[in-house]
């Protein structure tokens, strides 16, 4: 059974930092990629950021802006989303999921629960 369980969110005041894990459990991955995923209320689900779990095929979304970073580590089975300069409008849950490329998207197949990230002005 695929487990993937968010941790590292919480309150934090405008221009602090954080850093999310996503560790993976009960599959192989090293034929995936891991994507970070937010979603706040009233709002749709988008994609922050991703990376192929053999470390290449790294992406942002435009709203990053240069102020994350996602990376791994294999031995954790671990993925990290470094969160910086963070905002007010970063404030969201956060997921992370596991994809597969297929043709030229990635389908998701297993989706953590989420962990909150809260931003204070």
């Known amino acids: 059974q695929v487990q993937l369980v968010e941790s590292g969110g919480g309150l934090v005041q405008a221009g602090g930092s954080l850093r999310l894990s996503c560790t993976a459990s009960g599959g192989t991955f090293s034929r995936y990629t891991i994507g970070w995923f937010r979603q706040s209320p009233g709002k749709e689900r988008e994609i922050v950021a991703r990376?192929?779990?053999?470390?290449?095929?790294?992406h942002y979304a435009d709203f990053v802006q240069g102020r994350f970073a996602i990376s791994r580590d294999n031995a954790k089975n671990t993925v990290y989303l470094q969160m910086n300069s963070l905002k007010p409008e970063d404030t969201a849950l956060y997921y992370c999921?596991?994809?597969?490329?297929?043709?030229?998207?990635?389908?998701?197949?297993?989706w953590g629960q989420g962990t909150q990230v809260t931003v204070s002005s």
């Open positions: 999921a596991r994809g597969i490329w297929s043709g030229i998207t990635v389908r998701y197949d297993y």
């Open positions: 990376m192929n779990w053999s470390g290449g095929g790294i």
